[in-house]
């Protein structure tokens, strides 16, 4: 389906892609803790939002 070439080319294409991401993300870590602090309260929160509805759709369903 695809010739020698482009898998090689594929490869490179994504350990490139991946090492470049991983620097990235290293180079933005102090900022995306400043930047980002209660996300994770927020997550939380949505989260069991959406299992409380469940919850609902569940017990009033029988």
Do not use: E, P, R
């Amino acid at each position: 389906m695809f010739s020698t070439g482009q898998l090689i080319f594929a490869a490179f294409f994504f350990i490139a892609f991946v090492i470049i991401i991983i620097l990235s993300y290293k180079k933005d870590k102090k900022l995306h803790k400043k930047s980002y602090k209660g996300v994770v309260q927020i997550l939380l929160s949505f989260i069991t939002f959406i299992i409380i509805l469940f919850l609902i759709k569940h017990f009033l369903k029988n």
